[in-house]
């Protein structure tokens, strides 16, 4: 086999071939391109192969050219073809360079054990190849899929679990053991899994009961207030009691503990706390109209005042009050309260069914569980959710999946019983990288599982059009991106300094790549590659508005009944 290319430079991070003749350098037949392979021997028959990320021209005579290809090197190929990540092993001088053909590409990539062998993707320049990753790698790391508007993303990640869902160990009828969590914040992927286990906002149950105090304090205090710490406080005071006598034979119940209480007793207590006035003589007496009372200790008042709402003495004279709460602070901590737990819109958290479910319930309905309605996929419909509880949402469902996966782990010992992806559809709106106090519990529990859920079988898939808003706590933590158009500079840079290999100015070309076009690149992939997404079906419903075509349609009529309606559910 003639070399067809002369190496004129070895650097470390780059190679540079010289071709006279371009078309007699390409007789390959296939697409060559910035983002081709080609093959750089040397005289003990071993190879780099490298990754061209430019050309340039130069004028050498009078109508003479000679072209200039700048490539960097991905991997190394030895005596017995087998490829080894690097480019720092060819024997120097190299003999010269050619196009890489795609049978040894394909076998480069076929490296990985057929039985590991995953592939969603073909390479771009020449689709007859196909593009496998590690499954085991891909998935049990967390990995990362980025791409503007319009990119593709979303069909790369239907594609993603549906090939997953749908692949087998043997001849075995039924379900395969995936699980897949997909957090759905656009309403785009029922389409896409027509068998999935469903739930939006009409069949979710989330009791608030199951909150953290993290997540109690986001839902009822607002952090900008200047009584916020007051409210915290008593707040604390307040549901660890309930908690307490709710729970009377449990101990150690602390405001974080998971068990029941009633948020409506504990509104009934501070209603109570800020209407309350004392005996001025005897402060320790409360003034509850026609019956007053001195109490032990607060716990002891606090025990009655969950009970019902009183009346009490008004400070008419000098013999009557006001007690420590009495002086307006608690009003809008009060409204807010009641506000949350009277709107049909959070049903899903305080509503009688939400709240009479058991844990375990809750759990078998998110993981698929559901008795003769098993699914390897739950999609979880966001788009319904309040946005001022989107994030308390996600940090609850992620938190109790995380949690289940730990104690799976430690029933089952090494052997991970049910591995579980938690796929994080426009993960940038409730795990930015702006520390807002909106956002910590959410953030709080996804960086948790970013951090330590890959010891416990449970892995994240981070898809965002805005990666360089993300928690950068959690994107480092992926170990595979899938990379597509990419056309605001912030994201390109930042996604540029995140990816584990060095792929030269390949990374440039993130702004003109095509709709269901992308670059892979990870531990999971043999060498970084710039890739076709397969067509996945059916398709999620991401399509985007034919504007034009609308608009030239006649005028309709909109009926606002109806979507008044929709309001006031």
Known sequence: MSEKGEVVSVMPDKIRVQVKDIEDFNDTGEKFSVGSYIRVSDLEDCAIIAMVENFSIEQIGEGDRKYILEAVPIGFLDNDKKFLRGGNNIAIPPSGAEPAHSNEIQAIFHQIDVDKRFCFSKLLQDTKIEVPVDGDRFFNKHFAIVGSTGSGKSHTVAKIL?????????????????HIVIFDIHSEYKNAFPNSNYMDVSNLKLPYWLMNGEELEEIFVETGENQAYNQINLLRRLITR???????NDEDISF??????SIKEVLNAIINLSKETRDYKEPDKIRIKDNPKTYKTDDDKFDEYFSDIFQYDEQKNSSVSKGIYNDGSLEKFISRIRNKIMDKRFDFLFGD??????????????????TKNESNVTIIDLSGVPFEVLSITVSLISRMLFECSYYLKQINGKDCFAPL???????HKYVPKMKDAKYNSSRIAIERIAKEGRKYGITLAIVSQRPSEISETIFSQCSNFVVMRLTNPQDQNYVQRLLPDNIGNVTNSLPS???GHAIIIGDSIIMPSLVKIEQCSPEPDSNDIEYLQEWKKQWRDIDFEKVVGKYEQ
């Open 513 to 515: 790549l095509g709709s």
């Open 162 to 178: 549906q090939e997953a869902t749908q692949m087998r160990s043997g001849n075995y009828k039924g379900l395969n053991n995936s």
């Open 242 to 248: 309930n908690k307490q006598i709710k729970n009377a």
């Open 353 to 370: 069914k939400s709240v009479d479910s058991s844990l375990e319930a809750i759990l078998t309905s998110l993981i698929g569980y559901t």
């Open 421 to 427: 992806l938690l796929v994080y559809e426009e993960a």
């Open 256 to 261: 974080d503990t998971p068990v029941r209480f």
